[in-house]
């Protein structure tokens, strides 16, 4: 059995510096799914006017897509830890 899932101390080697340095940062900077960012952005600005927690989201597909950069992006918009 592989060692990383035994030892939680291990960390994961998916966050390679490389390929986090090329991931995007804001949803402006994100390539794609123009429908999907302009509703990311009505709802992170309404959040914030509000001055509440973003409400739940769920991103679904298969692997590739940009689910997990959305959600970085998102944590980098709020301004919280993914």
Request: glycine share 10%.
């Amino acid at each position: 059995m592989r060692e990383e899932f035994l030892d939680p101390g291990i960390e994961d080697d998916s966050t390679d510096p490389a390929e986090v340095g090329l991931r995007p940062q804001t949803l402006s900077e994100f390539v794609g799914q123009s429908e999907l960012k302009e509703h990311l952005q009505i709802v992170l600005e309404a959040a914030k006017k509000r001055g509440q927690a973003l409400d739940h989201l769920l991103f679904a597909g298969p692997p590739g897509l940009g689910k997990t950069t959305l959600a970085g992006i998102i944590a980098i918009e709020r301004g919280v830890d993914l």
